[in-house]
């Protein structure tokens, strides 16, 4: 990775945002340990009164004990240096598809945040390797598989652990290398794992906070992406704009839907019943559009406080508080709040799925469509008989919302008691952000599609009613050349998989500057 010209996000000052988190994902921000004495004065207390308790013999859970249920187990002072390692390698049992690479950095940047508050008993050279790890891109290979999210995400987060020590694989430069190999050509040595610091690195919610991260960013984009299309289709069935209508939103207060229909507002240039129409209501995907993202769009900032306040907590176990010289033993490694966050994430996500596969329902459909062709096709009246134009897509389109509200099921009410009856209430974090992330992908195939037919459908009607019978606004205008750029007017039947894969594509890279906060 080339160097980053942009400010680094400084671990071990001060908040640590959602931002910062997904800039590091993506390689748009270099990371940094901060300097400053209070920091560095804190994170050497941690060790140093870790080290006191050991030379006096204290018992320290996973220190001088035995792991979970193990706990009971004494360790003798000459096998605990051993202890770490065994910690890190008898969880590496992760099974299913890897994290990508952007995901597995937003995993090591949020082990950053959680251990630089200082209350791990880790040594700074841990946190500079994590710096470097990522400042480098040598990125370990995490499977997906195998975190209950109490306590914590041991197994994925094992994976990181053995990075440091010089153990498994690592990506570098988008390459699997053995980690050792990739040392060796960034000029590294492993950094052998010290008590506490496996456990430290493993027992915490790293992984569901990194990929909530992600998943809040995402949704952001995708709630706007939604508005969009819900404007454009408005547009082409020739919609009632007055269901946009300023006053009519100032009667409910949620500010969600009225931020919604303020953006629908803009994108329309109207609040009025359209021309040479007598419809006084729209379908519901079209009336209440504004309701159903607007839910999105009002429970964002709770999703966010949720998943900040674990990013900028300590939640491994013990916490080693060396300025009050105590060893606290709790359950700070339960991620019931990002599991809160990502379930409800899923059914806000999930509907708006739902809500664009009806519109595009009605758009294909000559029975709602009010005149357009059948299933949107471009055809010339001669070939229309051989020409399907969007039958299909609104077909996949349903079978991915099916499978977007099928994964909705709330992971965290399936707890299992795990672990020797230890961990007998977990939380299921991790597979509920994972959960989410494919949904969101799901609605982002289902955005794109609509998306596509969307601006199919303006053009048709544009060469129906003439381009004065549009009333949209510039912004609208300008996304809208930008897609036929990228999407020619579908005449003729063809393959649409590739143009579909470029649409979500672009909708992942946030192409578009969509709608002013």
Request: hydrophobic share 45%; proline share 4%.
């Amino acid at each position: 990775m080339k160097a980053i010209d942009r400010k680094p996000v400084v671990f071990g000052e001060g908040h640590i945002s959602i931002e910062n988190i997904v800039a590091l994902a993506l390689g748009l921000s270099d990371a940094k340990l901060s300097n400053s004495p209070a920091c560095r004065r804190k994170l050497q207390k941690s060790v140093d009164f870790l080290n006191t308790l050991l030379a006096e013999d204290g018992l320290i859970y996973g220190v001088t004990t035995g792991y979970g249920d193990s706990c009971t187990v004494d360790i003798p002072m000459e096998l605990i240096p051993e202890l770490p390692a065994h910690l890190t390698r008898f969880h590496g049992c992760g099974m299913g598809d890897d994290f990508n690479i952007e995901q597995s950095r937003a995993i090591m940047a949020t082990c950053l945040s959680f251990l630089s508050r200082g209350l791990s008993g880790v040594r700074p050279v841990i946190l500079e390797r994590l710096v470097t790890l990522l400042n480098s891109d040598i990125v370990p290979r995490i499977p997906q598989e195998g975190s209950v999210g109490a306590s914590g995400d041991l197994t994925p987060l094992s994976y990181v652990a053995a990075a440091i020590a010089g153990e498994r694989e690592v990506f570098s430069n988008r390459r699997l290398l053995p980690t050792l190999q990739a040392y060796r050509q960034h000029g590294l040595e492993p950094v052998p794992l010290k008590p506490k610091e496996g456990l430290a690195l493993m027992n915490g919610t790293a992984a569901m906070t990194a990929l909530a991260c992600l998943a809040h960013d995402r949704a952001d984009y995708l709630m706007r992406v939604a508005t969009r299309v819900t404007a454009v289709v408005v547009a082409a069935i020739r919609g009632n704009s007055f269901h946009f209508n300023e006053n009519l939103f100032a009667a409910k207060a949620h500010p969600g839907p009225q931020r919604i229909a303020a953006w629908l507002r803009s994108d329309l240039g109207s609040e009025e019943l359209p021309r040479n129409s007598h419809r006084l209501q729209d379908r519901y995907s079209l009336r209440c559009a504004p309701h159903v993202i607007g839910v999105m769009a009002d429970s964002q900032s709770w999703w966010r406080q949720l998943i900040e306040n674990e990013l900028n907590s300590a939640t491994d176990n013990p916490l080693i508080d060396g300025e009050n010289e105590t060893v606290m033993h709790g359950g700070h490694f339960y991620g019931g709040h990002i599991a809160m966050a990502m379930d409800a994430m899923k059914t806000a996500v999930a509907n708006v799925a739902d809500l664009l596969d009806r519109q595009l329902a009605q758009l294909v459909d000559t029975k709602f469509n009010h005149g357009l062709p059948a299933n949107l096709s471009g055809s010339v009246p001669g070939r229309a008989m051989i020409n399907h134009g969007f039958k299909a897509v609104q077909i996949a389109v349903s079978s991915w919302t099916a499978e977007a509200l099928k994964l909705t099921m709330p992971a965290s009410v399936f707890s299992r008691s795990t672990e020797c009856h230890n961990q007998d209430k977990v939380s299921m974090g991790t597979i509920a952000a994972r959960d989410c992330l494919r949904i969101l992908a799901l609605t982002e195939q289902v955005a794109a599609a609509c998306l596509l037919a969307a601006f199919q459908a303006l053009e048709l009607r544009k060469r129906m009613d003439g381009a004065e019978s549009l009333e949209i606004s510039r912004d609208l205008e300008a996304m809208w050349a930008d897609c036929q750029a990228e999407f020619p007017f579908l005449d003729e039947d063809r393959p649409l998989e590739k143009e579909l894969r470029k649409f979500v594509a672009m909708i992942q890279e946030k192409r578009w500057d969509l709608y002013d906060d």
